[in-house]
C-alpha cells in the first residue's frame, strides 16, 4: 500500500520505509525490482533491516548507531567485506541466498 501511495503522490524523492517486511524475499525482490523501474528516474531511498533488499540499489548507506559506517553500492560493499558485508552474508544463510 504504501508503494502505491507513494508512486501515486507523483513525488521527486520516495522514501519508503520497511515496504515489504511482511513478504517473503521472493516476492519482495520482484517489487523492488518493478518499483524500480516504475518510478524511472525519480530518487527512491529505501530503508530496511533485510539487507538483500539493498542489492538492486545504486548506492547502499550502512547505519550503526546514528552513523553512516558505510557508503557505496553492494558490490564496492561486499568488496571491502567489512560490516555490509558480515551482515549481508549473515542475512543470505537465513534465507537459502547463498
Same mark, same amino acid.
Given at each position: !500500500?504504501?508503494?502505491?501511495?507513494?508512486?501515486?503522490?507523483?513525488?521527486?524523492?520516495?522514501? %519508503?520505509?520497511?515496504?515489504?517486511?511482511?513478504?517473503?524475499?521472493?516476492?519482495?525482490?520482484? #517489487?523492488?525490482?518493478?518499483?524500480?523501474?516504475?518510478?524511472?528516474?525519480?530518487?527512491?531511498?529505501?530503508?530496511?533491516?533485510?539487507?538483500?533488499?539493498?542489492?538492486?540499489?545504486?548506492? #547502499?548507506?550502512?547505519?550503526?548507531?546514528?552513523?553512516?559506517?558505510?557508503?557505496?553500492?553492494?558490490?564496492?560493499?561486499?568488496? %571491502?567485506?567489512? %560490516?555490509?558485508?558480515? !551482515?549481508?552474508?549473515?542475512?543470505?544463510?537465513?534465507?537459502?541466498?547463498?
Amino acid at each position: !500500500m504504501a508503494m502505491s501511495r507513494a508512486y501515486y503522490r507523483n513525488a521527486d524523492i520516495i522514501f %519508503l520505509d520497511e515496504p515489504t517486511a511482511m513478504l517473503d524475499p521472493l516476492k519482495e525482490s520482484r #517489487i523492488y525490482e518493478n518499483f524500480n523501474k516504475l518510478i524511472g528516474n525519480k530518487t527512491a531511498v529505501y530503508i530496511s533491516h533485510r539487507m538483500s533488499s539493498s542489492r538492486f540499489c545504486d548506492k #547502499i548507506a550502512y547505519i550503526e548507531d546514528g552513523i553512516v559506517k558505510e557508503y557505496g553500492s553492494h558490490e564496492e560493499l561486499m568488496r %571491502l567485506d567489512r %560490516l555490509y558485508a558480515t !551482515m549481508f552474508k549473515k542475512q543470505a544463510k537465513l534465507f537459502g541466498e547463498i
